[in-house]
């Protein structure tokens, strides 16, 4: 966090508003001081959260254009009678105290479903949120935005493209209810570079798939998913065609990066995963494979235990609905060969398990043969801390 290199042009604050039971920052608010290109993904859970619904309304109104990002912690806002009403009138709040257009707003929340969240308690905290903003407020958002996170988790790269240096920035949280299915929990990428509208459904789109989509925690979908992009061109320089490639692959490793740290940090976790999948016909069915053997309840307790089962893996990849041969599947796990065509390797098996116990878990699922399919996906193992967590979210 102390190394972050910050986009010019955005300020950030966080105040305790009320929402959460515990008394910390659970209001939070970023906001560019120009108009900037705006893209978002969003979950596809069919029950959706009320600032997910406006956010998308505001997103389309504008014409990809947003001046700030309103979030709260402790309260999903969601599967409530007064939702609605309650995201709408926050941001039209936000928007009259920055003197922002109401559709330049974009709402976010996280917490419990199914609770009535009073809006008084955010409209009555705006007027010290945004009179707190600031350049150098960037951490105090990122912890205002976690909910059972036990760090905050934040990025930033800078690119020299053709026009000169622009930075790139991000914070994101979650640790449960991670199975992203569009983007996961919530996060921000902030940047300076000038960029369309339209450039940046492209960039965030591709980053999204190759990061937040790539992960998961125990296979939930949250009803509040928000992943935002904003593009301010504070520091004056366009992202022309020929920068597309290299800022795309900086964009894409900070998300992957907030990423993995949400899959590190899952609830009750105490390794981070990392599954391999070559060989497949096709991407596709790599990420079938990938995100199957990362979704197993059985495959997750075996690393939590540093048992060296590979059946699990292999049995989790045959019902992935991916189509491969099981006689030409080799099976890598930290290094060591535990499954060649399908049948048991010759392995130390005391070895294995004490590589096992690492923080850092590694799993190679290989198809032999001519399928060029790939995929890199991000899990954790599943521990009693998983089970206590959940089991008194609420209370």
Known sequence: ??????????????VYAGIRKKKQDDLALIASENVASAAAVFTRNKVQAAPVVLSRKHLELSGGRASAILV????????????????????????????V??????????????????????????????AGLSADRFSDVARAIMTT????????????????????????????MIQPNMATTLGYLMTDAGISPVDCKRLLATANELSY????VDGDTSTNDTLVLLANNASGVPLEDRDFDLFQEALTKVAQDLATQIARDGEGASRLVTINVSGAASDEDAVKIARTIANSPLVKTAIAGADPNWGRVISAAGYSGAEFDPRKVDIVMQGLLVCKGGLAADFAEAELTKRLKQKEVQIDFRLRGKGTGRSRFWTCDFTEGYIRINGSYRT
């Open 1 to 14: 966090m102390t190394n972050l290199i910050l986009p010019a042009g955005y300020r950030y604050a966080s």
């Open 72 to 99: 709260n912690a402790g309260n999903a806002n969601c599967a409530t009678r007064t939702g609605d009403k309650t995201a709408a009138t926050a941001a039209k709040a936000a928007a009259k105290l920055l003197r």
């Open 101 to 130: 257009p109401v559709r330049q707003v974009l709402p976010s929340s996280t917490g419990v479903i199914g609770v009535e969240l009073d809006a008084s308690l955010i409209t009555n905290a705006l007027p010290k949120l945004v």
């Open 149 to 176: 996170d036990l760090v905050p988790k934040t990025s930033s790269a800078e690119v020299s493209l053709e026009g000169g240096p622009v930075r790139i920035a991000g914070m994101t949280k979650g640790s449960g």
């Open 213 to 216: 989509n790539r992960i998961s």
